[in-house]
């Protein structure tokens, strides 16, 4: 199996272009529940297909099983129902069988065949087990703009949406069907149950232009359950909470938790933006600082004048003169490529890497794939890619 993947691994682009044609030749009415513009259906080909051989050819590793629950849960959302497991397993087969050459054997087709099989039943077992509706429809009730770019929509969800402070949900609107996007939340959860999406407008992007620029409050979003691991683990450790444009909202959904909680230690936020008009909180900031005495604030800017990559450079500075890195639990958030520069930055300082939390699976299009296209999440674990945050030539489409 391993090296029948390794030969699908090399010709990936011929084996994803096979299983779509495959499968929307011997199923049109598929086609229908996967995005329309030609650009959503080519990142989607990574996806999927990334994903699919990614999980199968890792069936063994332990943590697939919750991962896999919460997968299946969430194709609901999508309108896949149970019947499109087993087409869906035939085409990746044929695929596979198409793209691998000579390392396709009858025994190779029954591993993956089985594979596949225990892929779908994980899906399955949890789209059945789930009492979540398959998504929730939100009233927008606010829609606060912050500059050209940012706008902060406050949701009110039909139905109780569990949120823990610091995850994300999926969100799709009518605007631009079947198209989903994941935003951060950036509250904790509030008595009145309505929730706060942090959206950053991507040039050339679908969904994030028109929840920035277009959506009015009275309409009505979906959101697929909240998901993501950058949830706050108390400890008696002293905390760092590094956060980078709109990945301040996760932040600030720990931060609104902490003051509702105060923690022992001390906590040092640090927040990083292009320039002081992208600091758009930080009245609420300022005064959590000035309210809160465990609570200390850096915030990042590049100079006036110059280019923006040199706030990456004083966050550098700024941290290695936090210190004590191994005692502390840090909370980082921002654009994937941000992650990965930072969590760098800090391993060489001494934080110690199971005391580094932050969410793996970038939101779509915060990362770049191999050839300027955005990256799909099966390639993200299979490729990550160098880090270069601040090159806006790296920031592709969502
Ligand atoms: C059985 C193994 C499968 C795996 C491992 C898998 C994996 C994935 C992943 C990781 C995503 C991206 C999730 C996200 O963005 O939230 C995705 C999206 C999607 N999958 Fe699946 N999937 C599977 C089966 C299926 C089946 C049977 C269908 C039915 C046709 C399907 C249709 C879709 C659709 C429509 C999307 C969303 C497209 C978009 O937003 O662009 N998947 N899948």
């Known amino acids: 199996m391993k090296s029948s993947f390794a030969v699908v691994e090399r010709r990936a682009e011929q084996a994803v272009k096979f299983f779509y044609s495959h499968l929307f030749w011997h199923n049109p009415d598929i086609r229908e529940l996967f995005p329309a513009s030609p650009e959503d259906m080519e990142r ?46 035939s085409s990746l087969l044929a695929a596979l069988a198409e793209t691998s050459g000579a390392a396709w054997t009858p025994r190779v087709e029954k591993t993956w065949a ?12 949890g789209a059945a087990a789930s009492e979540d ?18 706008a902060v929509l406050t949701l009110r969800p039909h139905l109780p949406f569990p949120h823990l402070p610091g995850q994300y949900a ?40 028109a929840l920035v620029a ?61 320039d002081g008009a992208h600091l758009y909180d930080r009245p609420l900031i300022d005064t959590y600082a000035a309210s809160c005495r465990w609570l200390g604030v850096t915030y990042i800017t590049p100079a006036p004048g110059q280019h923006r990559n040199q706030a990456t450079d004083r966050l550098a500075t700024a941290l290695s003169h936090r210190g004590l890195w ?23 300082l001494g934080a110690r890497p199971d005391r580094l939390f932050h969410d793996r699976v970038p939101a779509v299009g915060t990362g770049n ?25 790296a920031r592709t489409p969502e």
């Open 44 to 89: 989607q080909r990574d996806r999927l297909f990334a994903a699919l051989t990614h999980v199968v050819s890792r069936i063994d590793d332990d943590s697939l099983g919750p991962y896999l629950r919460d997968l299946g849960r969430d194709h609901r959302k999508f309108l896949v129902g149970p019947e499109h497991y087993a087409v869906v397993g």
């Open 114 to 125: 089985e594979a596949y099989q225990v892929v779908a039943d994980a899906m399955l077992a």
């Open 133 to 150: 509706p398959p998504w929730w429809d939100a009233e927008v009730v606010r829609h606060l703009r912050y500059g050209e770019d940012v």
């Open 170 to 209: 999926g969100v799709s609107s009518d605007r631009v069907p079947r198209t989903w996007r994941t935003y951060s939340l950036g509250n904790a959860p509030r008595a009145d149950g309505t929730v706060d999406l942090h959206v950053s407008r991507i040039q050339g992007g679908r969904l994030s232009p």
């Open 214 to 274: 277009e959506t009015r409050p009275g309409e009505v979003l979906r959101m697929g359950a909240a998901g993501g691991r950058l949830t706050f683990r108390r400890t008696d450790r002293p905390v760092s909470l590094i956060a980078a444009g709109t990945g301040w909202a996760p932040v600030r959904a720990i931060l609104e938790y902490l003051v509702e909680h105060p923690p022992d230690q001390d906590v040092r936020l640090f927040v990083v933006a292009r």
């Open 326 to 348: 191994p005692d502390q639990d840090v909370y980082l958030s921002g654009p994937a490529p941000f992650i990965g520069e930072t969590a760098h930055v800090l391993e060489e």
């Open 369 to 393: 794939g191999p050839g300027g296209r955005p990256l799909g999440f099966g390639e993200w674990f299979l490729h990550r890619p160098a880090p270069h945050w601040h090159d806006p030539a």
